[in-house]
């Protein structure tokens, strides 16, 4: 396995972002799309990009093509192509990965809100699929097997999963351990992140409650930490990883904390020890 950075969890302009990652050891970074999507060349953006950060010796593990849940409840047409056209960057980046929140995948699969989610994953599946390349869905907004179940339904490893394991233990209430078996045939990115669930929650008002007519959330219901203080156990959540076959980026992501950089030097330290200790 390698570790990643996601370039926007310094805090600071993405040129001293990719050297800070370069200082922390980190093997290849991720980055959010809107850096390059709405450039007026972004072909020639992605090219520049590329080649600074190939040039302190790393490479992208995947683009974040997250733009809000509205896609997947209210789409357009023009919101579905640039989603596309983030797939397109991702490969001139040198990554076959574009990584996304979708809202929340309903229990219910009779109702508007997933046939419409449904929609706009199977017009995405589709087209990863002809391209070669995943768009992968982040874990936390529902229980794994929920998530499996909608997977299975679009017919194509287009479609995968960004696997968070702490978006799973705050939000969903979800074991990441278990979890990673559940979602095994669609993994194709990990997020490394670390947090506690202060109370279970609808997540729906967390993620998506303008889509299901629900008050958003107004108290705190889970609390992000620095990387091995909070409740993902990650000696078992990364042998599971390694159980499954899993060979790809643990992308650390920090989004907030008051020294963001020491907490992602702490987290890269941390894995890359794992990694060396269990050959992973």
Request: charged content about 25%; aromatic content about 8%.
């Amino acid at each position: 396995m390698k570790t990643g950075v996601i370039l926007e969890s310094f805090a600071t302009d993405i040129d001293t972002a990719i050297l800070k990652a370069k200082q922390v050891g980190a093997d290849g970074i991720q980055m959010y799309a809107d850096k390059v999507v709405d450039q007026p060349d972004p072909v020639k953006a992605c090219k520049e990009l590329k080649k600074k950060v190939n040039d302190q010796g790393m490479v992208f593990s995947a683009l974040c093509g997250d733009f809000g849940c509205k896609m997947f409840y209210e789409p357009t047409q023009a919101e579905i192509d640039r989603e596309k056209k983030c797939l397109d960057l991702a490969f001139e980046l040198g990554t076959k990965i574009v990584t996304t929140h979708i809202g929340v995948v309903p229990e219910e699969t009779n109702c508007i809100q997933y046939e419409t989610m449904h929609k706009v994953c199977k017009i995405l599946n589709d087209y990863a699929v002809e391209m070669g390349g995943h768009y992968a869905i982040e874990t936390g907004p529902e229980k794994a097997v929920i998530l499996k179940s909608f997977l299975d339904t679009l017919n194509g490893a287009g479609m995968g999963v960004n696997f968070d394991p702490a978006n799973l233990v705050m939000c969903a209430g979800d074991d990441p351990v278990k979890a990673v078996h559940t979602l095994k045939d669609y993994i194709v990115h990990t997020h490394a992140k670390d947090g506690i669930q202060l109370k279970p929650y609808d997540t729906r008002r967390i993620y998506a409650a303008k889509y299901y007519g629900l008050p958003p959330a107004d108290e705190r219901t889970y609390q992000e930490v620095a990387l091995g203080e909070g409740n993902v156990d990650w000696k078992n959540y990364l042998s599971a990883l390694k159980d499954i076959g899993y060979n790809g980026f643990l992308t650390v992501e920090r989004e907030c904390g008051a020294d963001p950089a020491k907490d992602i030097l702490t987290a890269v330290t941390f894995l890359k020890l794992f990694i060396e200790r269990n050959k992973l």
